[in-house]
């Protein structure tokens, strides 16, 4: 034998899918909900996306190499970051409010605490409450999709200078010619005015919203294939939709006119990208199995609180910003009970 | 794994997972016997328990199957020269463990014969339980399954309890091996001799053997030799690692969990392997000792790969020579790849726990380093863990050296180092290296109380 034998202790086979793979993974589930986002929303939805991931990419780069963790791009959660960002803003959010948030969020939410695995929550959506508390007008500011000429241009409000407020886009979409639309969310429709709209379209995602929260299906579909590959816990958007249902149903009983219906809780807003896409985020959820349905369940019963009775339309964001802090409590309350033991002796 | 279980009719415990199995390059391959090499290496210590204590002096001529070393109390066994030939010293030899060890050396006579004239017939229906012990122990019997436990000491269940059950274990679960495989395969008589010998000394009342579904021909042939007047069933578990853990497969089989810290006795079980109660069912009837074990030589980077009747003491190159080995070859382990030991030496002598040598070559993408990153808490690690620990937060511990909250609030001493954790773990964390760790600094605190 002409070259040294190595000794390693057992484990001597390895055969795990990697932390890039299973970033990657996700990345290609977005791609669709993404593509689905420019097709409804424009160029705008374009810009929007591309500036966020870039930030998020850049300031990752940056912050990575400011502390001698070298290059960190090539793990790809820094591009799921940025994706999830473009994708839970309203689609005509100026471009430098964008970059901030995204700057903010990564920086903040995920480079601070030591990066991948450290963070302590969602980096996409500490970005996306730094742009709620920072731009309140701009972040609720909505325009309607299949907007005619949506590839040619975009919507006046993407290109606002930098530093400046957005430019009003009241005077575009009354150049648009479109029917019936004021300007609202399924969401505020519903919170203010009562005002259901059809759950098909709720469900389709021919509604006004964020980017890339408004078809529930396809996002149903992309994350049923992430949980078929099991690069997410199938507990969490189980746990998330189960809570909304269960917080949500009473209510509609007691009063039908004046709460929503569940279908129309479950299709609304972000529940559904929060739940599949950013709720399911590993470094932010507990690790134990009990304790992944125990924080999806708190997630949608949060939410619906927070709609029904919060001063906001949508509550997601804060629910799972919320149980992100709770999931190491979470975790430590449902250890699983190690084999042989009868019950915990943990006190 | 998980919700599938429900629709699965095979016995299984929860968790675990499924490694390449890569049996095939062996599966089919007849046990053969390997020839002597020219000297034998025989450590004093090839079993759990106390070392052997040397019967002869150098330069000494001994016959196949004469008794070299004594058992030093009941729990040790002695060593039975595996040839003919002559001691040529007493001295240190390497391991496969790391430190250098007392070893008999026998230089081969050149005319040795595999006939074992040391011979000493006898009729087993006519001796007690307490005979039968004795006698097993005499045969320096130990557990061939890769644990090297003193066989006799199974036997005698700890004080106010009985034993009720014994759980033949042929589930193989580490990838490569399939010595055990052609033992069931080829002396299932041997097999059933061993579980009468057992059944007669525990008294326990019932024997199962629990195989892996992946080897129908074993259990088919198991089962129709089992003889008529013995009460023995033979039961298909799932082919999953590590099935072969005797918690795990005595989970499988009845649903019942060792209780932690404790020992299958607790349940009035005794468990042994195929080849084990094989090996016992032959040597005891003729009053011989253990001089040879069956060995799988496999891997990529072996040219032979099949299974060997190997005489205890012979040095891993000769064996490999024998074989082939690749010049690729990265990493040599004895055992299966999942437990097994990687050797610094070729000059280490196989001994009686060894069920395998298994050659990985260098570029192996199973053995291929990967860079450590982060945990992300994706929990495929509790998913794997066939004890339900938590790998995750034990490694994030480990690695702020909380040893001694390890073991008092996440069941450290619960691990048995299976590897599963370190298998699957998409960021590379050597978990199970920093359980072993761990473990070995929280004993060495016990020793030594500050």
């Known amino acids: 034998m002409s070259r040294p034998i190595e000794i390693r202790t057992s484990p001597h086979l390895k055969r795990a899918r990697t932390v890039p793979q299973i970033m990657l993974g996700v990345v290609w589930a977005l791609l669709p909900i993404c593509a689905f986002a420019v097709f409804q929303f424009g160029l705008s939805?374009?810009?929007?996306?591309?500036?966020?991931?870039?930030?998020?990419?850049?300031?990752?780069?940056?912050?990575?190499?400011?502390?001698?963790?070298?290059?960190?791009?090539?793990?790809?959660?820094?591009?799921?970051?940025?994706?999830?960002?473009?994708?839970?803003?309203?689609?005509?959010?100026?471009?430098?409010?964008?970059?901030?948030a995204a700057f903010v969020g990564v920086a903040l939410g995920k480079s601070l605490f030591g990066g991948l695995g450290f963070n302590v929550m969602n980096a996409a959506l500490v970005g996306r409450a730094f742009a709620q508390a920072a731009f309140p007008v701009a972040i609720t500011t909505w325009t309607p999709g299949f907007a005619p000429g949506r590839f040619q241009e975009p919507i006046p409000s993407t290109l606002t200078p930098p530093l400046m407020q957005p430019i009003p886009v009241k005077d575009w979409i009354g150049g648009l010619n479109i029917d019936g639309f004021t300007g609202a969310t399924p969401l505020a429709l519903q919170k203010f005015q009562h005002i259901e709209v059809s759950g098909l379209d709720l469900f389709t995602g021919m509604v006004a919203g964020s980017a890339g929260e408004t078809s529930a299906l396809l996002i149903m579909v992309c994350g049923l294939w992430l949980a078929y590959q099991r690069l997410l816990d199938w507990k969490i958007p189980?746990?998330?939709?189960?809570?909304?249902?269960?917080?949500?149903?009473?209510?509609?009983?007691?009063?039908?006119?004046v709460y929503p219906t569940p279908w129309f809780v479950l299709c609304s807003g972000g529940l559904m990208l929060g739940a599949w896409f950013m709720a399911s985020d590993m470094v932010g959820s507990p690790e134990t199995p009990w304790g992944a349905l125990v924080y999806g369940l708190?997630?949608?019963?949060?939410?619906?609180?927070?709609?029904?009775?919060?001063?906001?339309?949508?509550?997601?964001?804060?629910?799972?910003?919320?149980?992100?802090?709770?999931?190491?409590?979470?975790?430590?309350?449902?250890?699983?009970?190690?084999?042989?033991?009868?019950?915990?002796?943990?006190? | 794994m998980g919700i599938m279980n429900f629709f699965r009719s095979t016995k299984t415990f929860a968790h675990g997972i499924h490694p390449v199995e890569h049996k095939e390059q062996t599966a089919d391959k007849p046990i053969r016997r390997l020839g002597f090499a020219p000297e034998l290496v025989l450590p004093l210590a090839q079993h759990r328990g106390k070392p052997a204590r040397p019967l002869v002096k150098i330069g000494q001529e001994v016959v196949r199957g004469e008794p070299i070393a004594e058992a030093d109390g009941f729990l040790s066994v002695p060593l039975h020269a595996p040839a003919d030939g002559v001691i040529r010293a007493i001295d240190l030899a390497s391991t496969a463990e790391g430190p250098k060890a007392q070893a008999i050396f026998l230089k081969v006579h050149r005319a040795s014969t595999q006939e074992v004239l040391y011979d000493l017939h006898r009729d087993l229906d006519t001796l007690s339980a307490e005979e039968l012990i004795a006698a097993v122990q005499a045969a320096g019997l130990v557990g061939l399954g890769g644990a090297a436990f003193p066989s006799h000491v199974k036997m005698k269940p700890p004080a106010g309890r009985t034993l009720e059950t014994l759980v033949v274990n042929g589930c193989e679960c580490e990838p490569y091996l399939t010595c055990d495989h052609r033992?069931?395969?080829?002396?299932?008589?041997?097999?059933?001799?061993?579980?009468?010998?057992?059944?007669?000394?525990?008294?326990?009342?019932?024997?199962?053997?629990?195989?892996?579904?992946?080897?129908?021909?074993?259990?088919?042939?198991?089962?129709?030799?089992?003889?008529?007047?013995?009460?023995?069933?033979?039961?298909?578990?799932?082919?999953?690692?590590?099935?072969?853990?005797?918690?795990?497969l005595i989970k499988s089989l009845f649903g019942w969990e060792v209780p932690a810290g404790g020992l299958p006795a607790d349940l009035g079980i005794a468990v042994y392997n195929v080849g084990t109660l094989a090996q016992m069912g032959e040597l005891l009837p003729r009053g011989q000792g253990l001089i040879e074990r069956v060995?799988?030589?496999?891997?990529?980077?072996?040219?032979?790969?099949?299974?060997?009747?190997?005489?205890?003491?012979?040095?891993?190159?000769?064996l490999l020579e024998h074989t082939g080995m690749s010049e690729q070859a990265g990493e040599v382990i004895l055992g299966g790849p999942m437990m097994g030991m990687s050797v610094a030496s070729l000059e280490v002598p196989i001994t009686k726990a060894v069920s395998g040598v298994v050659v990985l070559e260098a570029q192996d993408p199973d053995l291929a380093q990967r860079q450590v990153l982060p945990c992300i808490k994706c929990g495929a690690c509790l998913e794997a863990?066939?004890?339900?620990?938590?790998?995750?937060?034990?490694?994030?511990?480990?690695?702020?050296?909380?040893?001694?909250?390890?073991?008092?609030?996440?069941?450290?001493?619960?691990?048995?180092?299976?590897?599963?954790?370190?298998?699957?773990?998409?960021?590379?964390?050597?978990?199970?290296?920093?359980?072993?760790?761990?473990?070995?600094?929280?004993?060495?605190?016990?020793?030594?109380?500050?």
């Open chain 1, 45 to 100: 939805a374009l810009l929007l996306l591309v500036t966020t991931t870039a930030v998020a990419m850049g300031t990752e780069y940056l912050f990575a190499r400011l502390s001698g963790r070298g290059n960190t791009l090539n793990d790809w959660s820094v591009v799921i970051t940025g994706l999830l960002l473009g994708l839970t803003l309203p689609p005509g959010f100026p471009l430098w409010m964008a970059a901030v």
């Open chain 1, 238 to 257: 189980v746990g998330v939709m189960l809570g909304a249902v269960l917080i949500a149903l009473p209510f509609w009983l007691l009063d039908g006119g």
């Open chain 1, 298 to 347: 708190f997630i949608g019963a949060l939410t619906v609180v927070i709609r029904l009775f919060g001063g906001l339309t949508e509550g997601i964001m804060y629910a799972i910003l919320l149980a992100n802090a709770a999931a190491p409590l979470i975790s430590a309350v449902t250890q699983p009970r190690v084999f042989g033991t009868r019950k915990e002796r943990r006190s």
């Open chain 2, 183 to 248: 033992v069931m395969l080829e002396r299932p008589d041997s097999i059933m001799a061993g579980i009468r010998i057992v059944l007669k000394a525990t008294k326990a009342s019932r024997a199962v053997i629990g195989v892996e579904d992946n080897k129908p021909d074993a259990l088919a042939r198991l089962r129709e030799r089992i003889p008529a007047d013995l009460p023995v069933t033979v039961e298909a578990v799932e082919t999953k690692y590590p099935q072969g853990a005797e918690k795990m």
């Open chain 2, 295 to 318: 060995v799988t030589v496999s891997g990529p980077g072996i040219f032979r790969p099949g299974n060997y009747l190997v005489p205890i003491g012979t040095p891993l190159r000769f």
């Open chain 2, 385 to 450: 863990c066939p004890v339900k620990l938590n790998p995750s937060t034990l490694g994030q511990l480990a690695q702020h050296r909380e040893y001694g909250r390890m073991a008092s609030d996440y069941y450290l001493d619960q691990c048995f180092e299976c590897g599963s954790c370190a298998y699957v773990c998409p960021s590379n964390i050597p978990l199970t290296q920093y359980f072993r760790i761990a473990k070995a600094i929280n004993r060495e605190h016990q020793r030594k109380p500050n």
